[in-house]
């Protein structure tokens, strides 16, 4: 089976967000995504609300299930009680966890399962009783991958930054995609699936995919974004299936 697609719309609702206007439209580029074949739409609402806005989350899942009954909505974001509200409120298929400072650009690494193993045992388990998938953000650390399965989560995020930062460095990714490639195995020997995230790009994806045929989701925001803006997001959305052939 291809690895699904499921499209960051956070970048999107950023360029929104410069003005006191409607467009680019959150929904409306979501609908072509899916409509061009993405598997699903990824949203990270952060408390300050710079880009996803907290009233975007009913109309994304409104937009899934009246048109788009199979696509998944995926909400990511670090697991304070407000975030857990607003996941409970709009009913993702998944729940992503991230240990995000509120003040941090993007997300650049993964959790400290040592440190937050309870809390995020306790939250995974609400978040699953209310019948989501559960997936953890983890840095490419294989030791980790029994200490996340602890947590009760479903599936692992594999951080991609440092592997997708070596654009020009061809032996530094060859360094990087080795480290994946141990974390997912540890990831797959614990029991848990694994998705992918965060700089990759219709270059370095395709060896990524070779290297770990598995990956049942990768979430991908900016890099596609930026695409969008030469290709329109139709041409962006198709160069990204072909290269997970889907």
Same mark, same amino acid.
């Given at each position: %089976? ?11 609702? #950023? ?17 072509t995504? %899916? ?8 949203v990270?609402?952060?408390?300050? #609300?710079?880009?996803?806005r907290?009233?975007?989350l009913p109309?994304?899942?409104k937009?899934?299930? #009246? /048109? ?7 909400? /990511?974001?670090?697991?304070?009680p407000?975030f ?9 298929? #998944?729940?992503?966890? @991230?240990?995000?400072d509120?003040? $941090?650009?993007?997300? !650049?690494?993964?959790?400290d399962?040592?440190? !937050?193993?309870? %809390?995020?045992?306790? @939250?995974?388990g609400t ?13 490419? /650390? ?12 479903d599936r ?7 592997y997708?930062a070596c ?18 195995r540890?990831?797959?020997e614990?029991g848990?699936? @694994?998705?992918?995230?965060?700089d990759?790009? @219709?270059?370095?994806l ?23 803006? /030469?290709?329109?997001m139709?041409?962006?959305?198709? $160069? ?7």
């Amino acid at each position: %089976m291809a690895t699904a697609l499921s499209v960051n719309l956070n970048a999107v609702a #950023q360029i929104r967000n410069r003005r006191d206007l409607p467009w680019p439209s959150v929904t409306g580029l979501g609908r072509t995504a %899916m409509r061009c074949g993405a598997h699903g739409l990824t949203v990270h609402p952060r408390p300050d #609300q710079r880009h996803i806005r907290f009233s975007d989350l009913p109309d994304i899942r409104k937009l899934l299930d #009246q /048109e788009f009954p199979d696509g998944e909505f995926n909400i /990511e974001g670090y697991p304070t009680p407000q975030f857990v509200d607003l996941v409970m409120d709009n009913q993702p298929d #998944q729940v992503t966890l @991230v240990p995000d400072d509120p003040a $941090q650009a993007t997300s !650049d690494h993964g959790w400290d399962f040592r440190k !937050d193993g309870a %809390m995020l045992a306790d @939250v995974i388990g609400t978040l699953k009783a209310a019948g989501m998938r559960v997936s953890v953000f983890v840095n490419p /650390e294989p030791a980790d991958m029994a200490l996340a399965r602890g947590t009760g989560t479903d599936r692992v995020e594999l951080y991609t930054g440092p592997y997708g930062a070596c654009f020009h460095d061809e032996p530094g990714a060859d360094v990087q995609l080795k480290l994946l490639i141990d974390t997912a195995r540890a990831a797959r020997e614990s029991g848990l699936g @694994v998705n992918a995230g965060h700089d990759l790009t @219709v270059d370095n994806l395709p060896a990524l995919c070779r290297a770990i045929p598995d990956i049942a989701e990768v979430s991908i925001g900016h890099a596609l974004t930026a695409l969008a803006l /030469e290709h329109g997001m139709a041409g962006a959305v198709k $160069q990204y299936l072909n290269v997970l052939g889907g």
